[in-house]
């Protein structure tokens, strides 16, 4: 079946850090990728997303990309900030049918000042 | 535009006691919806999903049901809730054939 695998947290980097967030998926067929992100206390937010091979999704400064041949969608900021403190998810979806999302276990991030 | 409503924010039950949280959807038709639990320090689990009226597709074994009496309204149920329910629930929905979900806000459940 699918799966997502995402780097282990928690992280802790200081402001206008690079960061990076691995993530690589076990799927069949084409899935569709994404970031989600949860701030304290709130739901899930989408954060970007990328539907096919190289594409790259951007969003608030942070991109990925969509590499078929590492099945990988790394998380990538080059300068972080305090607010950027959350919990990111990476994910992916079978665009077919129900699109049932499976999501890795999540990586926590705090940003010191 | 599209909204997703999700009540209540927290909530605390005791052993034993019923359970209903409710999900409306509004600005959309027939959408897919979804009911994810996320347990304390680990990822969301799917628990169901249901892709029109009356239809609900069961991901996990549990103690939970979940329900679709409306087009646009979920809603996840226990006759009796156990301690290992506790964990935060959220209800998501997507369109047919688009990419992409919606989550609304959440339930953080304690049992006690």
């Known amino acids: 079946g699918n799966s997502v695998t995402q780097m282990e947290g928690p992280v802790t980097l200081s402001e206008e850090a690079f960061l990076t967030i691995n993530c690589t998926y076990t799927?069949?067929?084409?899935?569709?990728l994404f970031w989600y992100v949860q701030y304290p206390g709130e739901g899930l937010q989408l954060l970007l997303k990328a539907t096919k091979a190289d594409d790259k999704g951007s969003n608030k400064g942070f991109e990925a990309t969509y590499r078929k041949e590492t099945t990988s969608f790394h998380l990538e900021k080059g300068s972080v900030q305090v607010s950027d403190s959350a919990v990111y998810f990476c994910a992916l979806s079978d665009s077919q049918g129900a699109q049932k999302l499976v999501f890795g276990q999540g990586t926590r991030l705090t940003i010191n000042p | 535009s599209q909204t997703i409503h999700q009540w209540p924010a927290t909530l605390v039950q005791p052993v034993g006691s019923p359970l209903s949280l409710e999900c409306t959807v509004e600005g959309t038709s027939n959408p897919n919806l979804y009911w994810y639990r996320q347990a304390a320090g680990r990822g969301l689990q799917l628990l169901f999903y249901s892709v029109g009226i009356g239809q609900i597709s069961s991901e996990v074994p549990q103690n939970l049901s979940a329900s679709r009496p409306q087009d646009r309204q979920f809603i996840l149920s226990s006759k009796k809730l156990l301690l290992s329910d506790s964990g935060f629930y959220l209800c998501?929905?997507?369109?047919?054939?688009?990419?992409?979900?919606?989550f609304g806000s959440g339930t953080r459940l304690t049992v006690v």
């Open positions: 799927a069949t067929g084409y899935p569709s």
């Open positions: 998501a929905w997507s369109a047919p054939g688009l990419i992409g979900y919606t």
